[in-house]
């Protein structure tokens, strides 16, 4: 059975969210959470635990500068070749979340396999085209086949915390905004809303032709999963997030 998925949502302009705003988000996060248990845990977003009482400000969280990858891979330019350290580990994971999570079933099959240990891969590329389903089903759109001019889905990394867990193993914690539109034709709102998670990323030697990356692997444990804060919030650096900068080109 799928874990149970929990409500943790905030609405695009930061405001209580009304009642059909919460129950769209809240079903994405069902179908989200259903199509990733049988991709791998980095497909899996979870809900923090509710909001409790208002700590001190925060001294703000220094900005984390995503590591640069060595190369990019095929024609969608997937990002690899990671540095072997925790921040490589950190920027392999949001490079992996950002180009799953997509309409495209087969974009997401690449990635899920591109990033998944080589035992994985065959589980994770079964588990992407329900994930896309899932996505698709709940924005209203065709489950198969073309899907309406301009329609797309873009997942964003807005803040990132990590501890290192083993020798070549760091559990990171994402927080990302996904935004979806349905196509040139919709008259209605995009939609938009954040998702946190928590995966585990491990160094194999054996991908990338033997130079090594960073992957997914299922993690053992139970994950514990900051709460969801907008940027720039003294919640977002209560909750231990730090936000996140591209490496420049």
Known sequence: MPPTVEESVLDVDLGPPGRASRRRALAVLAVAGVAAAALTAWLLPRAAAGPAASPPAPTPSSE?????????????????????????????????????????SGQAEQAAVLYALPEQREAARDGADATVRGWRKTLGLPEDGELPEGAALRTETVGVQWHRRAEDQVQVSLLVRVNAVKGTEETGPAYSSPFAMSVLMVWSPAVREGTGDWVNAPDPLPAVVPEVAAPGTPEFTAAGWRPVARPSS
Do not use: I, K, M, Q
Request: no cysteine.
């Open 64 to 104: 984390v500068v995503l590591a640069a990858p060595s190369a990019h891979h095929g024609d969608a330019g997937y990002p690899v070749g990671f540095p072997r350290t925790e921040l490589g580990a950190v920027s392999a994971a949001a490079a992996a979340l950002e180009a799953a999570w997509t309409l495209d």
